[in-house]
């Protein structure tokens, strides 16, 4: 990328162009083409590959720049850095046919949990301020629950989990359901306050350290393959009989009910991640031939460590769940 777009900067350099003489080797967004035509210099620096949060569960890696990014909106006031522990935030969708909610501490793709038109925006922890830390939970809404509780030792991060909480209770969702596919959530206020934050800081634990769970028992048959047969990617769920069909070799079994019933939108956790790593047709021809190098086979391990571990998150927070609505 960075070679192509030196080149080219300095191939037309003082020169008039138009857009369609640049090299369609890269992808040339509206800022990069700024960039060009200004004679920006862009060099590869390794410190700005940091992980993302793409879907749900799902890490990729992303170059984080402002010159290469379009488009960032708020993030560089939520991740300065890019870097994981600078914040965390609670990613909401917006404009969806099904409310969904997830916790990270990665900066995170703008359609992570969209389905249709909708959006993904975000409530973070903290907000960064030439390098200060905020608060992002104002002196105002910090007073609303401790005049509403009566209680002043409560903590702005006791608001954040107990709003992770409530965006997970079901009697919340069937309430609002009408108002959630159309508009931020609002947050009522519950009896019991502390229970709530527990709660809350329990289900955040799950889902920000996912990677460090333990991982669900789940089991593993494998097929000795045929002759010089290949690895044929399937990643198939039955629901019914508790099975997940990794590809023609493999199949894990044993995945509870409950798994299946924690959901983000339409998908649940695990569906997310099969869904993510399934081999598909590339459309667009210049991707397809010069970087459609994802196969399956080199990610198998990998995809079967995560789904155990998601299938323990998934049974973990149908419990909790499950407690809000005794």
């Known amino acids: 990328f960075f ?24 992808k040339w967004t509206r ?6 035509r200004m004679g920006l210099n862009l060099e590869l620096e390794n410190n700005k590959i940091v992980p993302c949060f793409y879907r749900p569960y799902t890490k990729k890696l992303l170059y984080y720049d402002k010159y290469v990014n379009e488009m960032r909106y708020q993030l560089p006031n939520i991740f300065p850095n890019g870097k994981e522990k600078e914040n965390i935030v609670i990613s909401v969708n917006v404009g ?17 949990l969209k389905f249709g ?4 925006p975000c409530f973070p922890l903290y907000r960064y301020n030439s390098g200060n830390r905020i608060d992002n939970i104002t002196d105002w809404g910090l007073k609303q629950f401790v005049s509403h509780y009566k209680n002043k030792k409560i903590s702005r991060e006791d608001i954040f989990h107990y709003v992770y909480a409530v965006l997970h209770n079901p009697e919340y969702r069937r309430k609002y359901e009408q108002n959630l596919k159309r508009e931020l ?3 009522p206020f519950y009896d019991d306050f502390r229970k709530w934050v527990l709660w809350g800081k329990s289900l955040m634990n799950l889902h920000l350290n996912y990677e460090t769970i333990e991982p669900y028992p789940l089991r593993r048959t494998d097929i000795e393959p045929a002759g010089h047969s290949r690895c044929t990617p399937k990643l198939k769920a039955d629901m019914k009989t508790g099975t997940i069909v990794i590809d023609n070799l493999t199949t894990l079994s044993g995945v509870p009910n409950t798994a299946w019933e924690y959901k983000l939108g339409t998908y649940s956790a695990l569906q997310w991640i099969l869904e993510q790593y399934k081999e598909k047709k590339i459309k667009d021809p210049t991707v397809a031939e010069k970087f459609n190098n994802y196969c399956f086979a080199d990610y198998k391990e990998q995809v079967i460590d995560l789904l155990m571990l998601v299938c323990t998150v998934s049974v973990k927070t149908m419990e909790i ?3 809000m609505e005794k």
Not at 97 to 109: G, R, S
């Open 185 to 187: 959530p609002r947050i």
């Open 96 to 112: 969806c046919p099904v409310f969904a909610i997830l916790a990270t501490n990665y900066i995170f793709d703008y359609a992570l």
């Open 117 to 120: 038109n909708g959006s993904t």
């Open 321 to 323: 769940i499950r407690e």
């Open 31 to 36: 800022d990069l083409k700024k960039s060009v």
């Open 3 to 26: 070679e192509i777009y030196e080149f080219e900067r300095i191939r037309v350099e003082n020169k008039d162009f138009s857009d369609e003489e640049l090299s369609q080797n890269i």
